[in-house]
């Protein structure tokens, strides 16, 4: 029952250690732990395979090399999860960021109203939040007034003009 002890706990270190120094070994061994390979996957067979042991022998009863067998089995099934998990989170993609041009066309709210010559500005929602900015206009807009957002001709600022209805 120690061996198994022993076999678990250390898979549980392994397990520790590949995730306090993620990658480190990854990039010693040049992408030779990749997929089967992998410290998670190993730790997850290592350790089930030994509780998985001990439980097998301590509370089933079982003889050794069948224990052995169980928590083999065990780890097996263990290491095929953390594979197919960690497979799924590395393809998980994101949405792709908002940019300037992503603004063309959108409605805003003025909250600073807008001289003819000078700068005010608008609230935009831009991919579900709210943004500020500094907004020009040909004409001058009062505050409250909706507007669609015409140009970005930098990253904080926006030439509008007013909805016509």
């Known amino acids: 029952m120690a061996w198994f002890l022993g076999i678990g706990i250390t898979g549980v270190v392994l397990l520790v250690l590949s995730l306090v120094f993620d990658g480190l070994l990854d990039g010693l061994f040049d992408g030779a732990l990749d997929g089967w390979l992998s410290l998670p996957v190993i730790a997850g067979f290592l350790s089930m395979t030994g509780f998985g042991a001990v439980i097998a022998h301590e509370g089933l009863g079982l003889a050794p090399a069948a224990a052995t067998a169980i928590g083999a089995a065990a780890g097996v099934g263990t290491a095929w999860l953390t594979y197919r998990l960690s497979r799924m989170l590395l393809r998980d993609q994101t949405d792709a960021t908002p940019t300037g041009d992503d603004l063309i066309g959108t409605s805003a709210n003025v909250v600073t109203a807008i ?16 943004v500020k900015f500094a907004a020009r206009s040909a004409v001058p807009v009062a505050r409250g007034t909706e507007v669609w957002v015409e140009a970005v001709p930098s990253p904080t600022s926006v030439v509008v003009r007013p909805v016509e209805r």
């Open 115 to 130: 001289p003819a010559a000078g700068y005010g500005e608008v609230l935009v929602r831009l991919g579900g939040q709210t």
